[in-house]
Nanobody
């Protein structure tokens, strides 16, 4: 399984960005994808996750109401729509993925995810 993120960039406070995560090579029926972010010297922070079995989602309190996660089951992709961006959202955003032969529902625990991308930089600055 290969995980690739895209869509990062430099934006101003209040702007929007849409990140995409492609998980190629899935062979099992169920999967979950999570977005995490990391800044130097800090632990990886769970941002949002989505489960394929029922579309259930989780969000960190810091992004609720501003970020929206969605998925495309046919393409095995997940998107993170980020609105009203703040300077404190600046980080490398990484996508984690897990697949399973039975229905799974996972949240924002980084250790749950088996596959990771290299990350995409999001910088929010005026």
């Amino acid at each position: 399984v290969q995980v690739v993120e895209s869509g990062g960039g430099l934006v101003q406070p209040g702007d929007s960005l849409r990140l995409a995560c492609t998980a190629s090579g899935f062979t099992l029926d169920y999967y979950a994808i999570g977005w995490f972010r990391q800044t130097p010297g800090k632990e990886r922070e769970g941002v949002s996750s989505i489960n394929s079995v029922d579309g259930s989602t989780h969000y960190a309190d810091s992004v609720k109401g501003r970020f929206t996660i969605s998925k495309d089951d046919a393409k095995k992709m997940a998107y993170l729509e980020m609105n009203s961006l703040k300077p404190e959202d600046t980080a490398v955003y990484l996508c984690g993925a897990i697949e399973s032969p039975w229905p799974i529902r996972v949240d924002l625990g980084a250790s749950t995810y088996h596959y990771w991308g290299q990350g995409t930089q999001v910088t929010v600055s005026s």
